[in-house]
């Protein structure tokens, strides 16, 4: 793979593109799905086997890893990627939604964030130039810059005030950075669902470069339909010639929306979730495994997938080991769920590279538009 890190698409079907990026650690396929990695680990699966549901790439988590087991630790270790046993590409994130979402006593000033820890209350100061050195300790592929991310809906001065925030850390970000052959950078595009918050944000991102683009701040309360008048045109305003990854999304059709309008990467903790709370993801929808139809069913949750779940055991065995609380459960509907979302994205790959994207589309939808069969 050589020791760049490279972005070629390779075919476009409307504005979905195809492609590859290159790194040292492997080639990451696009559109991408990043299965999450939060703390280390995909929950209740093995590296090995998040690996066979074709992922390219995981993510993993700053906030997290920073306060346990602390990436001093990780690096005294060798790395993220010795440390969790994955050899491919991983992409950590800045820890700044968490601090969001998660920390306690959080104040936020030019400097950076200080917060106490959601775990056991300890003190911490996250800023630019902390995020990018526990990215470092972790020795992860890509590198998201640290940014500031405001909760949906908020007023629109507080929406230009986070974002302009953002971009001054985002210049801090890739100065701390420097220089690190076959590692990558990311900015983050802010601007909440305001058109030309987005444009400013964008033009601040591109005149101080950056090996990749986020578009930031969606999926965070706004509603589908609001995200994708956002998407309909923040991919176009970031270079064509760099990969856009949108943060945190999503469900199924999240996906196909969102690749539909540029966008190359995607992560979401929704496959594994779900996995753990009984919902299998399927080509015609959701099957929510708790529900007692499922008690005497003989069939596999689907019967064109080849997961094992669907290759070896019945809904009836899955509906009786996750009312039983068997770990078993959440390990075979993770499993699942993770090759479903995979497939889902060869299935966007191919169809972009033979300029089929609308009719793979129409074929997603009529089938989820069909439904969960029931048992004859």
Request: proline fraction near 5%; charge should be negative; hydrophobic fraction near 40%.
């Amino acid at each position: 793979m050589g020791d760049r890190f490279e972005f070629h698409v390779t075919a476009t079907s409307g504005a979905a593109r195809t492609g590859v990026i290159s790194t040292p650690r492997g080639a990451i396929r696009t559109p991408a799905f990043m299965p999450v990695g939060t703390a280390a680990t995909v929950k209740a699966m093995l590296p090995e086997s998040v690996a066979a549901t074709g992922a390219d790439i995981l993510l993993g988590n700053t906030y997290h890893l920073m306060l346990r087991p602390t990436a001093e630790r990780i690096a005294r270790l060798g790395g993220l990627h010795g440390f969790m046993n994955w050899d491919k590409p991983i992409l950590t994130d800045s820890g700044g939604f968490q601090v969001m979402s998660l920390a306690e006593l959080r104040k936020l000033t030019e400097e950076g964030v200080t917060f106490r820890s959601h775990i056991d209350g300890s003190k911490h100061m996250l800023s630019p130039e902390r995020s990018m050195e526990i990215q470092k300790l972790l020795g992860s592929d890509i590198v998201m810059c640290f940014d500031e991310c405001p909760a949906l809906p908020a007023d629109r001065d507080r929406i230009a005030e986070s974002m302009r925030l953002s971009m001054r850390w985002a210049a801090r970000s890739k100065e701390a950075f420097g220089d690190r052959p076959g590692h990558a950078l990311f900015g983050i595009q802010q601007g909440g669902l305001e058109r030309d918050f987005r444009e400013e944000s964008s033009k601040a991102l591109t005149d101080i470069g950056f090996d990749g683009y986020a578009v930031g701040g969606l999926a965070v309360g706004e509603g589908q339909e609001a995200m994708f008048a956002c998407l309909d045109y923040a991919p176009g305003m970031l270079p064509v010639d760099k990969p856009r990854y949108l943060m945190g999304v999503g469900k199924p059709d999240d996906i196909v929306g969102a690749v539909k309008r540029g966008i190359d990467m995607m992560d979401c903790v929704l496959p594994s979730r779900s996995g753990r709370t009984g919902q299998a993801f399927t080509r015609r929808g959701v099957v929510n495994i708790k529900n007692a139809r499922h008690a005497d069913d003989p069939r596999p949750l689907d019967a064109d997938c080849t997961c094992p779940a669907c290759r070896g055991y019945s809904r009836a065995y899955l509906h009786h080991v996750f009312r039983a609380g068997e770990i078993i459960a959440s390990m075979l509907l993770t499993w699942h769920n993770l090759h479903y979302y995979q497939e889902l994205m060869a299935g966007l790959r191919g169809a972009i590279a033979a300029d089929r994207f609308d009719a793979f589309e129409a074929g997603f939808r009529a089938d989820r538009a069909e439904g969960d069969i029931e048992p004859v």
